[in-house]
């Protein structure tokens, strides 16, 4: 397990790791919304990634750098969502035992998943303290190796990926990618993508007004809780992890703020424009510059989509 | 204008013709489906075409076959859905004026698409006579050159280059390929991409139980109307025509009904497991490989996913 900052080798490395295991999910364009924002959109579905989420990426390179003594007790990991369907089907590909801490009340649709890649499923009460707990015991009880969702090198190589894709098969420089931001993960990926593949495009974030934690913590140069919790991009509420945040700090443009009106006229654009099943969390960063026109006007923007698992009982449309 | 039906040769050069104009839309695959099914299935997600549908194909395709003096008295077609948007498409693309007649009750979106496009919306009453008669005084009031939606070889050839990609990019051979039908200009096109590019490769279509004119006409062997017309498939509604009947009468393997429901829960599964937009007739042929899996089992299946037009305010979820 490396303990430094991923460098080119390193995404290099995990890119090859992975490939045969995830989707190189290409890149998909838009007419409307390139006359809509004056600017030249490439898209990275990520929606249509396998587990139906970016985090494939991390997850599969998390496992795959294992060695086989350290996957013969099994791995560990808590999270209401992609993090823990991309560890499920990970382990599952190696035939290892994934044990899952999910929150009692994660969507039936997310347990189901999870589930039908034969990890085993613990519930807990919904507090960060409660599930740090349940995983300490199960890792204590089993000797499964813990991946965490986002603060780990080898899950921020492998999310690189998806900004290396992007930069790979845009057949042109790039101006500027813009993803949205959680824990990280995904966003300090893109930044050590962009510096090593492409290092005159800039870095944007997404992030929603309702769990601003990233935005004060890149203003405040220390990592910061949200003021408050409160937005339809449920994927996005954690705050940025001691790995994740120095690398953003360093790689990152500007962090972009966006309400859940945005983030829902993105989706919008997503679904009825481009056909495209995407979550929430999934279109803050197109949302993001919807609202920013100005700053990518006449650009060469790199947009990506993070993820797809939405309940269709519960569309805000 | 070619009064003989298409060959291999008139295919290609469609192909050629329309390539710039229109997406090469690629092919996806579900891993959760194929175990589901027992089958391997290629996807060919028309859903992500210019304006959403299949239809781009053949519109394209007809209108880059007329010549300057053709076109200069515009182009005319009657449709309440995917071809209105393909003409007005097309007819944009070359600077020629689109005359579109709709029904007066035609989704708004889809009216406000047209003009989008720049093409001028007549409005009628929703009968086959009424459609008919607006167009007919239009073409004779501007000569107007009268594109069919489907009985038409040059729209025919056009929609056969979709099947001509999936073969051409699955990778390997296809034990059969199948596509819902409504007209059938997509289905004709499909018997004749498969009887030229990969001749043991069998085409079955999906057709919905409340609009099964084409299961009558292909058992009786001449073109019957359905015997009642209710279903949520609502692209699916006309019966066959001259042109296109006897080319699925010679090509076609057989015609698979599928209920309302089964169409929802392949919708479903287009969305929820393959993030895709699918509007319930793109959803049909899907229906039918999930309906006749003893059919399909063991085989390697093209599936034409045909457009994503779809109300997000009137989903069947």
Redesign the interface.
Known sequence: MPEIVPDKEIINAAHLRIAPYVHRT?I?TS?FLNTLTNAELFFK?E??Q?I?AFKARGGVNAILSLTEGQLKNGVATHSSGNHAQAIAYAAAMVRAKAYIVMPENSPK?KIEAVLGYGAEVTFCINTPEEREQAVGKIIEQTGAEFIHPFNDYRVIAGQATAAKELIEDCGMKLDSIIAPVGGGGLLSGTALAARYFSPDTKVYAGEPEGAADAVLSFRSDKIEKAPFVKTIADGLLTHLGSKTFPIIKKGVEDILLVTDEDIIQAM?YL??R?????EPSGAVALAAVLKNRALFDGKKVGIVITG?NVD??R?P?
Chains 1, 2 share one sequence.
């Open positions: 290409g998909v007419a579905p929606n249509l396998k139906g649709v919008r679904w009825e481009m056909k495209l099943v995407v797809g269709l009982g569309l449309f």
